[in-house]
């Protein structure tokens, strides 16, 4: 695991891009979430108008089941992924690359049937929607006050 985490290190200094993927266990829970360079994924293909190089998915898979023989299963995600909507550092949507709804976190779910990672229920009460993000039976106010949700009541108290 040192050696991984060094390698991580000098990959993440180099300002490359990098792939996100995320290891599940039997029960589809997200176990951990380790970052390769994107160029492991290259994918050189050369065609009559030139070479082009595409993204392989299967290569990172097949690189850390490599590099860790006895993990879990591993499932490429995309940083700064929320609710099939990719946002720039600033925080907005900024039509990046999207996979699989949101970015896998460490406890989250990922669902094979939908083919979508969400994050852990945060109250019994809360429901998925339809892009995989947890919803609380009734909406937050919208103004300028800050309000934390109580489950007891099934209300937003003011913080």
């Known amino acids: 695991m040192v050696e991984m985490g060094l390698w991580l290190s000098a990959t993440l200094s180099s300002g490359d891009v990098m792939a996100y993927f ?24 050369i065609l ?8 392989d998915s299967q290569k990172g898979v097949d690189f850390l089941n490599d590099m860790f023989p006895d993990s879990g299963t591993w499932i490429q995600s995309t940083k700064g992924t929320r609710g099939g909507v990719h946002y720039g550092s600033d925080g907005e949507p900024d039509g990046g690359k999207v996979l699989r709804y949101n970015t896998a976190n460490i406890g989250g779910t990922y669902d094979p049937t939908a ?12 429901s998925l929607d339809e892009n995989f993000i947890w919803q609380p039976p009734t909406p937050m106010p919208e103004d300028d006050k800050a309000y934390d949700w109580n489950e007891e009541t099934q ?3 003011e913080a």
Not at 48 to 55: D, L
Not at 115 to 126: G, I, L, R, T
């Open 48 to 55: 009559n108008t030139g070479e082009i190089i595409t993204e």
């Open 22 to 45: 995320a290891e599940i266990d039997d029960t589809n829970t997200v176990i951990q979430v380790l970052v390769i360079e994107d160029k492991v994924l290259e994918k050189k293909q």
């Open 115 to 126: 083919d979508a990672f969400y994050s852990p229920n945060p109250y019994p009460s809360w």
């Open 155 to 157: 209300t937003w108290d």
